[in-house]
């Protein structure tokens, strides 16, 4: 990530993207404290949630290829790894996500971190219909979705 802060994060291609994305995605789960998800913040210059909404944006769609909405379900778990357990941070996730909806998200601006729980979602079902879903990886998504849900207020109906 490091070498990736200095450069100009619209230029990295698909592969280096999604694999900017899945370490830090790993390095969030396995060592998440406060202190870390603000350092690789500043590292990239504070620039990271930003970019994350702008990607999540220009990647995810509806009737998108599959392709697009794997590198979106990374950067919506991405965006909820770093908000999880820490105000300020969240605070500058929800701002990046409120500042990027489009008009296909319009519906749930005044709550954004919605948009990033229904990433996350069709995520799971995706992996689940490709056959690649595991046990570990339920039970990961649901407690991230899960703390995103209590810390947002989000309400999901029944």
């Not at 830090?24 to 998440?32: H, T």
Request: with cysteine; charged share 20%; hydrophobic share 45%.
């Amino acid at each position: 990530l490091e070498a990736t802060a200095g450069n100009d994060l619209t230029t990295i291609d698909t592969g280096g993207l999604c694999e900017v994305i899945c370490l830090a995605i790993n390095l969030c789960k396995r060592g998440s404290n406060d202190a870390f998800r603000w350092s690789l913040m500043k590292e990239m210059d504070g620039r990271l949630c930003e970019w994350a909404a702008q990607r999540l944006q220009t990647f995810y769609s509806i009737d998108g290829d599959a392709s697009s909405n794997i590198l979106a379900g990374y950067i919506a778990l991405l965006l909820a790894m770093l908000s999880l357990r820490d105000p300020k941070a969240r605070v500058r996730v929800v701002t990046a996500l409120e500042t990027h909806a489009s008009t296909s998200i319009a519906k749930v601006v005044s709550k954004p971190m919605t948009w990033v729980v229904a990433v996350l979602q069709e995520f799971l079902l995706f992996q689940s219909s490709v056959e690649i879903l595991t046990k570990d990886m339920v039970v990961a998504l649901h407690s991230v979705i899960d703390g995103v849900i209590d810390e947002n207020g989000i309400t999901v109906s029944k």
